[in-house]
């Protein structure tokens, strides 16, 4: 079974909205709420992503993970806001997302999305990188530190349907 890494297409956003809300059914199942969980579908999911797709895919890379031809992950990338408050410097770029179908956990696909996404991170010229993470997923923590990630002490709090959730942000440098 070949796990291969491309470009995302526009074809594929549904595929990857549906894949995150699965992702994150199960990731955060011990963490947020089910109702807040479940406000947001695959479908909503791959509509946010065909807008957000639209006006970013100038300044934000998507890559998609297929094993044997089956969508089975994808990370997301671009610059970090240098105006967010706490910002980590304009010469910062920013890991948004790593997702997995959650019957790819544990197959080294989600190593294989970090380490393209360093690299493409590293090649749009940034030397730091930075990620959120949300305080109580131990599980993606471990992953990140394991990674060459550690928190920087920045905190900030977003949220999923009502239910806030509680941030730390990861940073490392770029090799």
């Not at 959120?132 to 471990?142: C, E, F």
């Not at 709090?157 to 239910?163: F, R």
Request: glycine share 10%; net charge negative; hydrophobic share 45%.
């Amino acid at each position: 079974m070949t796990l291969t890494l491309r470009p995302a297409e526009a074809a594929d956003l549904m595929a990857i909205g549906d894949l995150q809300h699965r992702s994150r059914a199960v990731a955060y199942r011990n963490i947020v709420p089910a109702e807040a969980l479940a406000v947001e579908t695959g479908e909503m999911m791959g509509r946010y992503w065909r807008e957000r797709w639209a006006y970013e895919r100038d300044t934000h890379l998507m890559t998609v993970a297929e094993r044997d031809g089956r969508l089975v992950g994808f990370s997301y990338l671009g610059p970090h806001d240098p105006a967010e408050p706490d910002s980590a410097g304009a010469d910062v770029g920013e890991l948004y997302a790593i997702h997995l179908d959650p019957a790819e956990q544990g197959r080294g696909s989600g190593r294989a999305l970090m380490v393209d996404a360093l690299a493409k991170l590293l090649a749009q010229g940034w030397r730091r990188a930075v990620l959120w993470v949300l305080v109580d997923n131990a599980h993606a923590r471990h992953f990140y530190a394991r990674g060459g990630w550690q928190p920087d002490g920045a905190e900030r709090h977003g949220s999923i349907g009502a239910a806030l959730t509680p941030q730390i942000r990861y940073a490392r440098a770029l090799p």
